[in-house]
């Protein structure tokens, strides 16, 4: 079912875009502090053959940059006639990764990025502008599911558009924000690896039952066995990442704006603090990834097809 056709290409045409962003630190953004540095990063549009209007997907990446898994997401995207737009948070930053060093780019900061791409597609002549996706992977994932806070969206967004779903895969959900129930009433659809050592899958059960207190549209898929970046075809073998950071086995919480705290020790998060570890699993998963594939696609063709 639904599979990518190599020799029948789903892509029409493709669209180069440069748009203004900032770059903040998490305290900054978390505090809306007026220090910000602007930026200038670049997405590319693909947009499917066929209707004149068509619905989006908006791409974020994860700690190593645009990979293998956000070109396949995009052709996949394409193949049921809704446009991808692939956004690079980190070149127009002189970034190559932050797999090694979290602190080159927070995570907050690429929740602008998601709504600053927002904007774009939204004035797009031919994109509905009221079903724009936002999906993301890791890094990605957790400014896919955290760009749903009313909160973030007050101070970062535009009033009067907002994304029509998130899909965020194998975020991190171990940092407890102000607020953080109080999300976007439109759908969040999470995938992740049972297995994935690199973010566990744990703190998004907790906060999935907190969210669904709250009343929101949120489910969780879990892959049992299968790791993180289980939809990326690079990582076949699997392999180890060593030097890589590992913040999600510290608990983390947001006890006063902008000041976050290590709930272990009670003290302020630092990147050098104890509950860090190095050293994580990146590995795909062929099943994993069509069942995801599968209830991706069919996600996004029962609500936003046209």
């Known amino acids: 079912m639904h599979s990518h056709d190599p020799l029948k290409p789903s892509t029409a045409r493709i669209e180069i875009y440069s748009f203004e962003t900032a770059t903040l630190t998490d305290r900054q953004f978390l505090t809306g502090g007026n220090i910000r540095t602007s930026a200038r990063i670049a997405g590319e549009l693909r947009l499917p053959a066929g209707a004149a209007r068509v619905s989006a997907v908006i791409l974020l990446h994860g700690s190593a940059g645009i990979g293998a898994n956000v070109d396949r997401w995009a052709n996949q995207v394409n193949d049921i006639g809704i446009a991808a737009f692939l956004v690079d948070s980190f070149t127009g930053r002189s970034i190559l990764e932050t797999v090694t060093d979290q602190s080159r780019l927070g ?115 879990e892959h049992p066995g299968a790791h993180h970046a289980f939809d990326n075809p690079l990582y076949s073998p699997h392999r180890s990442l060593p030097d890589a950071i590992l913040t999600g086995h510290c608990t983390r919480e947001e006890r006063s704006p902008g000041e976050i705290i290590n709930v272990a020790s009670g003290q302020p998060f630092r990147w050098d603090d104890p509950c860090l570890r190095r050293g994580g699993t990146v590995g795909y998963d062929a099943s994993a990834t069509e069942q995801a594939t599968n209830s991706v696609k069919s996600f996004l063709s029962e609500h936003f097809r046209r």
Do not use: W
Request: net charge positive.
């Open 107 to 221: 995570s907050l900061a690429m929740i602008v990025d998601a709504y600053r791409a927002l904007d774009l597609l939204s004035k797009h002549p031919g994109i509905n502008p009221s079903n724009i996706v936002v999906m993301g992977f890791s890094k990605g994932g957790f400014a896919a599911l955290y760009a749903a806070l009313r909160r973030f969206r007050r101070m970062y967004g535009s009033p009067d558009i907002e994304f029509a779903a998130h899909i965020p895969f194998y975020p991190a959900c171990n940092t407890t924000y102000l607020q953080d129930e109080d999300a976007s009433d439109r759908p969040i659809r999470i995938f992740h690896g049972a297995a994935d050592n690199y973010i566990p899958i744990e703190p998004c059960r907790k906060y999935l039952a907190r969210l669904r207190r709250a009343g929101k549209d949120i489910q969780l898929t």
